[in-house]
């Protein structure tokens, strides 16, 4: 059973648009939620994260909302850029446990 | 260039062989961490160190031994492992050891593991 779920398993968006990734959690437990980004041939790279007590966190391009009550969190990207290719993990953690989900491919399109 | 190292980059074993993967990270990080990672697949954590003491073992098969013999080292030790344990084998560490999920994890970039 999956407690993190990235439903969308890949996402092409246009240079300088705004890129949209979407993760569902099930476990109400959770108080902390994280992002990271896979290149190829490397370990995962954490991007950004927010705790449960916030609703929003934004670092540079980069902005993280949290739907506590829909059980939601969502990265913006903007403006994408061709670096931002990659693979984009959510995680949720709770105590010493965190639990990744699947994960969505994102290609910038030029 | 990643701060946390893992070597070898690529191991292959019979599954009598015994071998380890290592973890290095001088960032005085207090909480280190193995995942199993297979294809298409998100990291499954395995163990996670806490100021040098074994806190979570996610029911690791023996097979699979956890050792962490000083603050930036991290060790695994695999015998008599399966071909279903061919994966890419990740380590991480994190800054406190304390609720250490509620913190960045910094990965290395994993040794895979193939079993014959």
């Known amino acids: 059973d999956q407690q993190v779920k990235q439903n969308s398993p890949s996402l092409s968006v246009q240079e300088g648009r705004i890129s949209i990734l979407n993760c569902d959690y099930t476990?109400?437990?959770?108080?902390?939620f994280l992002w990271y980004k896979k290149y190829p041939a490397e370990g995962p790279t954490f991007l950004i994260s927010i705790s449960s007590i916030k609703d929003k966190n934004e670092d540079g391009r980069f902005t993280v909302f949290l739907n506590k009550s829909a059980k939601h969190l969502s990265l913006h990207i903007v403006p994408s850029q061709p670096g931002d290719s990659a693979v984009y993990f959510c995680?949720?953690?709770?105590?010493?446990?965190?639990?990744f989900g699947k994960g969505t491919r994102l290609h910038i399109l030029p | 260039d990643t701060e946390v190292t893992q070597t070898p980059k690529h191991l292959v074993m019979g599954m009598t062989n015994k071998k380890s993967l290592k973890c290095e990270q001088h960032m005085g990080h207090r909480a280190m961490y193995w995942y199993k990672q297979k294809a298409k697949k998100p990291p499954e954590l395995m163990f996670v160190?806490?100021?040098?003491?074994?806190?979570i073992n996610e029911s690791v098969p023996s097979r699979f031994s956890p050792e962490c013999p000083n603050s930036s080292l991290l060790n695994l030790h695999l015998h008599a492992l399966q071909p279903e344990d061919s994966a890419l084998y990740l380590c991480?560490?994190?800054?406190?050891?304390?609720?250490?999920?509620?913190?960045?994890?910094?990965f290395g970039d994993g040794t895979r593991l193939s079993i014959l």
């Open positions: 160190y806490s100021y040098e003491k074994l806190s």
């Open positions: 476990n109400s437990m959770f108080d902390y």
């Open positions: 995680a949720a953690s709770r105590d010493d446990k965190i639990i």
């Open positions: 991480a560490s994190s800054q406190d050891g304390v609720r250490a999920s509620n913190q960045p994890q910094h």
